[in-house]
């Protein structure tokens, strides 16, 4: 159950920056450049799978591995939030 939960909010953060990238970015006059951001954020999150992958495959430490990366995630979310303002 724990892990279902750790997983909706992974898709749901996903979900909500692909589809506000562009709002994001408008006061700091990078909506045009909106497109690349997303680009970057999906190559990113490719390249970031098959290391984790590789990582799980090897450790057989789902949770834990789940849980690191929920954390990540949640502070890339906040970095990228302070970093636009600053």
């Known amino acids: 159950m724990f892990l279902l939960i750790i997983s909706i909010i992974f898709v749901g953060s996903f979900n909500s920056f692909s589809t506000l990238i562009e709002q ?25 799978t098959l290391f984790i992958g590789k990582i799980v495959d090897k450790f057989k430490k789902y949770k834990l591995i789940y849980q690191l990366m929920l954390l990540l995630c949640l502070d890339s979310i906040f970095l990228i939030g302070i970093g636009l303002y600053f």
């Not at 994001?24 to 970031?48: K, R």
């Open 24 to 48: 994001i970015l408008f006061p700091f006059d990078y909506s045009e450049n909106s497109n690349l951001f997303g680009f970057i954020f999906l190559i990113a999150g490719g390249i970031s």
